[in-house]
């Protein structure tokens, strides 16, 4: 059996107890045109799905949760329904595409087919066009975005353009899909394992005591990342950011040049990192003095995904921690708001958050999953005050990119939001570009776009920007 991690099903459990959330991550890959017909599109991508086997399978839920759920081969595979076509109204910018991005990441994906669809957008400004890619969080992590880019791209612009014969019909499917596996076989192989589950359990702790030293280690580091996690979940600050979402998503895209945000960490002595989360902090205070309320200390904690993945690991999976940071929103000086990140983060690296983290998910990888299943869905039916919003970066391929062979000029990334938080905040560099996109709650936080100029605002109040480019802190970033 193909089974799911426990942080993999952990999305599937989120959307459940949530019928507002859709957590489904995306890009959306910007290209030159003309956009390729239906048919070149689909000869291009039926060709690549044998390198991501998960494309062609879908979710299946073991009776009564014995067991994690299992990833099973969809017999009735229809590419045509996971290919997906629209066109943005004139004048095709930023307006409109991020409109439709909306409405799109604001349905659930179907749980009885693979959870995927890839969309082409025709209609965008100077002839180009972009390609959605949306897949659920229980496959992948914004990370994995990188390997699924270099399945379905190539890296010169003569090798993925099919001929008009190789056109006239997607690929024939040779893969054959495994038999159907029944309720009964996956209730007996789930209830297998839970009869061998004492016996690793045993041989595991066996394993660890045989280095004591090691294992004394690894306990005192782990507690004490263990009381930073507790400490990084007391309720924040009460906003208007956290609360009941709807439906809707609003989503908006800010761009800003690579080399101004290296230029910045270079004069600062900060990291990529720094830059940006200091920056979305500054757009945080923006937000928060708009709606008339005290940007005040600890009311803006954010959630880090971190990859736990090791040097040349390239899985299409879910491989992350996470790091719980309070945004110096408090703060009103940009560059005392970067000073603050950089202190912040390193002091959360120090106290071992992501040991305590990795520890935690070891666990739950050796535990009844019923237990652990319960667990989750317990805790996500409790109102989480603590976490106020997410922010990622990804760094994507450093290679020129082509997509059906048209040059991908810009990627732009979109992160999902639920579990009370109304704002979410993703970068995602590519082409000498970082690309900052934002989502939001369409009822109750509909200044997506503004938020998303606010970030490229504050990198440009920062010391390092060339001057052209560099602006003064406005009234609300000065506390004004």
Avoid at 159 to 181: G, I, L, S
Avoid at 184 to 190: E, G, K, Q
Avoid at 270 to 281: I, R
Avoid at 381 to 396: D, E, I, L, S
Wanted: with cysteine.
């Amino acid at each position: 059996m193909d089974y799911l991690s426990p942080l993999d099903a952990s999305f599937l459990d989120a959307e459940d107890e949530d019928p507002h959330a859709s957590l489904a991550i995306a890009s959306i890959a910007v290209a030159d045109g003309p956009p390729p017909d239906q048919a070149e599109f689909a000869a291009v991508i039926g060709g690549r799905l044998p390198q991501v086997p998960r494309y062609r399978q879908r979710v299946r839920r073991v009776p009564w949760n014995l067991g994690r759920p299992v990833w099973v081969d969809d017999a009735g595979f229809d590419l045509n329904f996971h290919l997906r076509r629209t066109a943005l109204a004139a004048p095709g910018g930023d307006a409109e595409l991020a409109a439709l991005v909306g409405r799109v990441m604001s349905q659930r994906l179907d749980r009885d087919r693979p959870l995927w669809e890839d969309w082409v957008i025709e209609g965008l400004a100077g002839g180009r066009w972009a390609l959605l890619s949306k897949i659920h969080h229980c496959m992948a992590d914004g990370v994995t975005g990188n390997q699924l880019y270099r399945a379905f791209c190539d890296t010169a612009a003569d090798t993925a353009a099919p001929t008009a014969a190789d056109t006239a019909a997607p690929p024939p499917d040779r893969r054959r899909p495994a038999p159907e596996t029944d309720a009964v076989d996956l209730t007996l192989d789930a209830l297998g394992n839970l009869a061998r589950l004492p016996f690793d359990q045993l041989r595991w702790v066996a394993r660890a005591i045989r280095s004591p030293r090691a294992l004394g280690r690894q306990a005192r580091d782990t507690a004490r990342g263990l009381a930073a996690l507790a400490e990084g979940f007391t309720p924040a600050a009460p906003t208007f950011l956290t609360g009941r979402l709807g439906r809707s998503r609003r989503w908006a895209v800010a761009r800003v040049p690579l080399a101004d945000l290296k230029a910045v960490a270079a004069a600062s002595g900060a990291t990529l990192n720094d830059v940006y989360l200091a920056a979305v902090a500054g757009a945080f205070r923006r937000l928060l003095a708009a709606r008339g309320e005290e940007p005040v200390a600890g009311s803006v904690r954010t959630m880090m995904p971190v990859n736990l993945r090791a040097a040349g690991q390239d899985t299409i999976d879910n491989r992350i921690g996470s790091m719980l940071l309070q945004l110096p929103v408090e703060i009103a000086d940009p560059v005392g708001r970067l000073t603050a990140v950089r202190r912040r983060i390193a002091a959360l690296r120090d106290r071992d958050e992501m040991r305590a983290e990795a520890a935690l998910l070891a666990i739950a990888d050796r535990e009844p999953f019923a237990a652990v299943a319960f667990g989750v869905r317990a805790a996500l039916r409790f109102p989480q005050r603590a976490v106020v919003t997410v922010t990622t970066n990804v760094p994507g391929p450093r290679e020129q990119l082509y997509l059906t062979g048209r040059r991908v000029r810009e990627i732009l990334p979109y992160v999902p939001i639920g579990d009370r938080m109304r704002v979410g905040v993703s970068v995602f560099t590519y082409g000498g570009q970082a690309s900052f996109g934002v989502t939001t709650d369409a009822a109750s936080v509909p200044e997506a776009e503004a938020f998303a100029r606010d970030i490229v605002t504050e990198v440009r109040a920062l010391p390092g920007v060339p001057p052209g480019r560099r602006r003064r802190p406005s009234a609300a970033s000065r506390g004004a």
